[in-house]
């Protein structure tokens, strides 16, 4: 039976959510699996990947095959990393010890840079909101200075018109 690591769909339409599973290259693509291995979830940025390595390397050496995307997940978390480190095992090119040394040096390497990863994107969310902060604050500096020309103006015009009914009472009582 030919066995695949593949993603299998699920949530809304619009918003998917993935399980990584070992299923039966013969079964439907939501349809019956073998075992599950993962989720991946591609809406949260950087996205949510929740793999079980050991589970995906037993099936990878079991001969099960990835698809593209499946591979890029499995590459991206270690498990193609880890699989090649136990077949050297296997072979005598270097001992465990040495192998979950690599495989623990690389996975303190990649939380390194998913880290950095989120830091950065943390920071750009921040400096999105400061320049939209200064561009609401100038605009209400703009409609503030706009409405207080234009109640000076109101007043000036007010007290002018004043002034000239004043001015005609006055006129008129000068006349008689």
Same mark, same amino acid.
């Given at each position: 039976?030919?066995?695949?690591?593949?993603?299998?769909?699920?949530? =809304?339409?619009?918003?998917?959510?993935?399980?990584?599973? /070992? &299923?039966?290259?013969?079964?439907?693509? #939501?349809?019956?699996?073998?075992?599950?291995?993962?989720?991946? $979830? +591609?809406?949260?940025?950087? /996205?949510?990947?929740?793999?079980?390595? #050991?589970?995906?390397?037993?099936?990878?050496?079991?001969?099960?095959? +990835?698809?593209?995307?499946?591979? @890029?997940?499995?590459?991206?978390?270690? &498990?193609?990393?880890? $699989?090649h480190l136990a077949g050297g095992v296997k072979k005598g090119a270097l001992t465990e010890e040495q192998a979950e040394e690599k495989f623990q040096a690389w996975l303190a390497e990649k939380e390194g840079s998913v880290t950095a990863k989120k830091e950065?994107?943390? =920071?750009?969310?921040? #400096?999105? =909101?400061?320049?939209?902060? @200064? @561009?609401?604050?100038?605009? $209400? @500096?703009?409609?503030?200075?706009?409405?207080?020309?234009?109640?000076?103006?109101?007043?000036?015009?007010?007290?002018?018109? /004043? =002034? &000239?009914?004043?001015?005609? +009472?006055? /006129?008129? $009582?000068?006349?008689?």
């Amino acid at each position: 039976m030919p066995v695949k690591i593949r993603l299998q769909r699920h949530g =809304k339409k619009g918003k998917p959510f993935y399980w990584v599973v /070992a &299923a039966d290259a013969r079964a439907k693509r #939501d349809g019956k699996f073998l075992e599950k291995i993962g989720i991946y $979830n +591609p809406n949260t940025n950087p /996205a949510t990947i929740d793999l079980d390595v #050991d589970s995906a390397v037993k099936w990878l050496q079991n001969g099960a095959q +990835p698809t593209d995307t499946a591979r @890029a997940l499995l590459s991206y978390k270690g &498990a193609l990393l880890k $699989n090649h480190l136990a077949g050297g095992v296997k072979k005598g090119a270097l001992t465990e010890e040495q192998a979950e040394e690599k495989f623990q040096a690389w996975l303190a390497e990649k939380e390194g840079s998913v880290t950095a990863k989120k830091e950065s994107l943390a =920071k750009e969310e921040a #400096d999105a =909101k400061e320049k939209a902060l @200064a @561009a609401e604050k100038e605009v $209400n @500096a703009k409609r503030e200075a706009a409405a207080a020309e234009a109640e000076a103006a109101a007043q000036a015009e007010a007290a002018e018109a /004043a =002034k &000239a009914e004043e001015e005609t +009472p006055e /006129a008129s $009582n000068e006349e008689e």
